[in-house]
């Protein structure tokens, strides 16, 4: 069941009038069974009959929660450091042979997301800066809680234990916020994203017909598609938990207003981002290897830089990590890991001739038009990458960037070529209004709440711009028969 | 939750419904059978006392001014293309929301082809369906209509299928259907130009009987239960078409069974001398469907066997039926035109453009 569908949205509405009934004490089990219940109406599930992919986030959910006992009530860091291992080894044995092996089981849905959650619960136990839980059915829910199983985000317990588990009364304001969060998500999802695909696919399914900036144009689409799509579905999803009360943490702060690859990657799936560099880049560094590197190369390299190359190392680590966890084939370890580690490091080694050169050039760095320029070369840094995300293989990546880097041809923006790659003139001014919609909602974001503004505006005003929402969504969404809205990108590394 | 929060989440959730519903009847797809819906709904109440159902022979067959102007009668076809005879009694059922009709004339073409041909193809559902008032009455068409139970929420939501069509919204006429009432200047008739002649086909001596369809003998058997339940009366028409014969002995069935329930049938083809049609020149469509020359005999003939075997009143002059005075004046106008069109054709030997290809 979609998160975007009819059905969902009949199943939130009931869902969310039963919770606000029961006593709060049952909320917490209630969401547990909710949660299960949506989790067998996936399409994982429903279309094979496969109820027992079930027992894996089950069994995951035992072995972390018999280790963190374990590391709890242990004397000695032996049996500790044997506990995390072991429900380590478990939990990501368990994710990479349903995953990455291939074994042709039915891989669970947000698999990878209640991993990653499971593990940073585990590690925060471990290092004794997260409580333990003595309960099995709320970790469960901690787990497995229905919202963060479609696209993430990556959760942290100690910000989800009072609100999961303490229960909630009704509160007619969070529910109002959380329900216009909802159609904000719909309305990139639906209205955006459906239309930057239709040109992406075009372009990216026939690159060889195109060259210069009609590659750049399909590029650009599938950039704004996947961050409308991946940035709607969190939207969606963190609405439909504030309305249980609940709130989940971001996982994008306007992405493309970043000044530099890494502001970028602190603004774009943030809970990814945070968790790898807590649980996986600092520990990386604290290794006996990583500990021991810049003394070795500091002979031959100097302190300063041999102190650096350890980070770049590390760091390697980390991107191919996070490229391999989108997927596992060379097209994401480049396009969504190597190729921006390459960005950073040669960011950072090259930082200090830029600075001498706008010096020399007196380019005043803080100004406006500067920040623009670095905004666009954020935008086309982040695209060239998603230009091997979006190719099943990389010689194609290379050829596509080939034929755009090949061609000069600046007319398609006039002589109607534009209109022929998947969306005409009304559709595409359609889906240009709309960008420009989301980026001063955007922009007005950067200034605080959009909510809340809209709060303090007069009722009649209010309804007017929510029923124009609502209806633009309605009409000019792509959705209904005879028209088959794409998953969510990011479902896909869920599982 | 306040009890000022909650009576404006309840207002605001009904404007929301309101809105909705008036933009979906503003864009639900333009055309001829919408036309035809929203004129039958902004007749003025009890009015009417003869409706018209079943498919596409019956609104360029039947002309409902010709009716009135000539024999008094005010009739109306609430027709689609390819109707399934499970819509009838539905459509019977919304005609009585607003009008009380003494007579409910049914064409039968549909009843001897399997209904399974034609769910597959949502437009000939969604023909009836998208085209009546939301209601309970449109709820339980769509569960008698759309099997697949799974689906039926883009049925009851139209929407889903017609926000599409938002280019829509900024059309006069369009806007015009926003409350799904929108007269009909000739009330229902579509008057069709051209010609496409055939030859006139001969299974008068078909005298065997064929059930039909087992699906479609238990819809017959539940219309007439729900005609007799309703207290009006019936007649089942057959319109003239190059009938085969296999038809026929599915024809020779129904009428058994319908005259057994103690209602008449009437097939045109039977009668193909008294209404005077000549396959060579009344049909536009090479023997499935009248053009204007066709539609002035078989409207000629069902209005005279109307007036001599029902008690119908006679509406003209009458309070109320001024925009059927209208209707006649624009159907005379119209329909000379048209049929002069269609003698121009044959004394061209312009044949329709199908026959061609």
């Known amino acids: ?495 | 939750m306040t009890k000022k929060q909650a009576v404006r989440a309840i207002l605001f959730l009904a404007l929301f419904i309101f809105i909705l519903r008036t933009v979906t009847y503003i864009i639900r797809t333009n055309g001829d059978v919408k036309d035809r819906f929203v004129g039958f709904y902004a007749e003025k109440e009890n009015t009417i006392d003869v409706i018209l159902v079943g498919s596409s022979p019956v609104y360029p067959a039947y002309s409902a001014p010709k009716l009135y102007g000539e024999f008094g009668i005010a009739a109306y076809p609430l027709s689609t293309n390819n109707q399934r005879p499970r819509a009838i009694r539905y459509l019977l059922e919304e005609a009585q929301k607003t009008q009380t009709p003494s007579l409910f004339v049914i064409e039968l073409k549909m009843f001897t082809m399997p209904d399974e041909e034609w769910e597959d193809t949502m437009a000939f559902t969604r023909g009836v369906t998208d085209n009546l008032k939301y209601s309970l009455n449109r709820v339980r068409a769509i569960n008698a209509l759309v099997s697949d139970k799974k689906e039926r929420y883009t049925y009851y939501f139209d929407i889903f299928k017609y926000h599409s069509n938002w280019k829509t919204l900024v059309l006069p006429s369009q806007i015009a259907c926003w409350r799904y009432e929108k007269s009909h200047p000739l009330k229902g008739l579509k008057i069709q130009l051209g010609v496409g002649p055939t030859q006139a086909p001969d299974v008068s001596g078909v005298t065997e009987a064929e059930p039909l369809v087992p699906e479609q003998t238990e819809v017959l058997y539940d219309l007439l239960s729900y005609i007799r339940e309703s207290g009006q009366d019936a007649l089942f028409l057959v319109s003239p078409y190059t009938m085969e014969p296999e038809e026929k002995m599915r024809y020779n069935y129904m009428r058994a069974v319908i005259e057994e329930a103690g209602y008449a049938m009437l097939d045109l083809n039977e009668h193909a001398a008294e209404t005077g049609i000549d396959f060579a020149t009344d049909f536009y469509d090479y023997g499935d469907h009248v053009n204007a020359l066709g539609e002035a005999k078989c409207s000629a003939f069902l209005g005279e066997y109307l007036h001599s075997h029902y008690t119908l009143p006679d509406r003209r002059g009458q309070d109320g039926y001024e925009s059927w005075d209208a209707a006649y004046q624009l159907y005379l106008g119209q329909q000379a035109g048209a049929e002069a069109s269609c003698l121009a054709d044959i004394a061209d030997g312009k044949w329709a453009p199908e026959v061609i290809e």
């Open chain 1, 1 to 495: 069941m979609s998160i975007t569908s009819f059905y969902f949205l009949c199943f939130f509405t009931v869902v969310l009038g039963l919770y606000y009934i029961l006593p709060k004490k049952l909320q917490w089990g209630f969401l547990l069974f909710v949660s299960f219940l949506w989790f067998m109406t996936t399409a994982e599930v429903a279309e094979s009959g496969g109820w027992y992919v079930v027992l894996y986030p089950m069994a995951a959910v035992a072995a972390v929660y018999v280790a963190a006992l374990l590391i709890d009530r242990a004397k000695e860091q032996r049996v500790k450091r044997a506990a995390l291992i072991c429900a380590v080894l478990f939990c990501v044995g368990l994710l990479c042979s349903l995953k990455f092996l291939g074994l042709g089981l039915l891989v669970p849905a947000g698999i990878s997301f209640y991993t990653l959650t499971l593990l940073g619960y585990l590690f925060d136990v471990y290092y004794e800066i997260g409580a333990v839980q003595n309960s099995y059915g709320k970790l469960l829910l901690f787990g497995c809680y229905f919202p963060t199983m479609v696209s993430g985000p990556i959760v942290r317990y100690k910000e989800m234990e009072g609100q999961l588990f303490g229960g909630h009364r009704f509160d007619y304001r969070r529910v109002t916020f959380g329900l216009q969060r909802m159609l904000w998500g719909f309305f990139k999802k639906l209205v955006i994203a459906e239309r930057m695909a239709l040109v992406a696919d075009q372009v990216f399914d026939h690159y060889t017909e195109y060259a210069g900036f009609e590659i750049w144009v399909g590029a650009a689409a599938f950039t704004l598609q996947l961050y409308t799509d991946f940035g709607g579905c969190m939207d969606i999803v963190l609405g439909i938990s504030e309305c249980f009360g609940i709130t989940l943490p971001e996982n994008f702060n306007a992405p493309f207003l970043a000044r530099s690859i890494s502001e970028y990657w602190r603004r774009w799936h943030i809970s990814l981002g945070s968790w790898l560099r807590e649980y996986l880049f600092y520990p990386l560094l604290r290794t006996r290897f990583f500990m021991a590197l810049p003394g070795r190369l500091k002979p031959r390299f100097g302190k300063k830089r041999a102190k650096q190359i350890t980070t770049f190392a590390a760091m390697f680590l980390l991107w191919f990590t996070i490229g391999y966890w989108h997927g596992g084939t060379w097209n994401y370890i480049i396009g969504s890991g190597l190729l921006h580690w390459f960005y950073i490091v040669s960011g950072e080694l090259l930082e200090p001739w830029f600075a001498k050169w706008c010096a020399a050039w007196h380019i005043d760095r803080r100004k406006g038009w500067f920040t623009g320029l670095q905004r666009l070369r954020t935008f086309f840094l982040v695209t060239v990458g998603l230009i091997f995300f979006r190719n099943p293989r990389v010689p194609d990546a290379l050829r596509m960037i080939g034929r755009a880097f090949g061609a000069f041809n600046p007319q398609i923006f006039v002589n109607g070529t534009l209109f022929s790659l998947g969306l005409d003139w009304i559709e595409c001014s359609v889906a240009l209004v709309s960008l420009l919609l989301f980026v001063s909602v955007t922009l007005l974001g950067q200034k605080g709440s959009v909510r809340e503004m809209l709060e303090r505006k007069p009722l009649a005003v209010r309804w007017i711009l929510l029923y124009a929402l609502l209806f633009y969504v309605i009409l000019l969404g792509q959705y209904g028969p005879g028209y088959s809205a794409s998953e969510f990108i990011y479902q896909n590394f869920r599982a």
